[in-house]
């Protein structure tokens, strides 16, 4: 499982021209299933999602969590980030999960999300999404679990 994390001063998805989700200061993050991923492996990218040391402290060291500064989280599944990349001109996605199991464990990281963080929004599984952010820095890290 992987997950492009930004930390953002705002981000917003859209689908149709309908807001589905959006966040103020948090992380947007960007998520691909593979295949043998797992809900633990879930689990792990959520646990370092809300923990993970990305935002400033007064010093202006990063030494803060999305949970310390009670920030906002917005899930948008993206399976090309599972793209194999290494030869040719054409992406290739057979490292990415099946949609069934790309939609079963985007959807239960969303719901573990909302269980145990304030502020979660998501994209829409699937759609044609146009996703809207400021990148805070800009601040970008891809998490690999």
Same mark, same amino acid.
């Given at each position: 499982?992987? +997950?492009?994390?930004?930390?953002?001063r705002g981000a917003r998805v859209e689908v149709e021209g309908e807001i589905v989700?959006?966040?103020?200061?948090?992380?947007?993050v960007l998520v691909a299933v593979e295949p043998?991923?797992?809900?633990?492996?879930?689990?792990?990218?959520?646990?370092?999602l809300l923990n993970y040391r990305v935002?400033?402290?007064?010093?202006?060291?990063?030494?803060?969590?999305?949970?310390?500064?009670? +920030? +906002?989280?917005?899930l948008v599944s993206q399976f090309t980030l599972a793209a194999d990349t290494r030869s040719g001109l054409r992406p290739s996605f057979s490292s990415a999960a099946s949609p069934a199991l790309g939609a079963e464990l985007f959807d239960y990281l969303l719901?573990?999300?909302?269980?145990k963080?304030?502020?979660v929004g998501s994209g829409r599984f699937g759609a044609d999404m146009q996703v809207h952010l400021v990148n805070d820095g800009p601040v970008t890290f891809m998490l690999q679990i």
């Open positions: 499982m992987k +997950g492009l994390l930004q930390r953002v989700g959006s966040i103020d200061q948090g992380l947007l043998g991923d797992t809900p633990e492996h879930a689990d792990k990218l959520l646990h370092k935002f400033s402290d007064p010093q202006g060291k990063m030494n803060l969590s999305l949970k310390d500064i009670d +920030g +906002g989280l917005l719901a573990q999300a909302r269980l963080h304030g502020t």
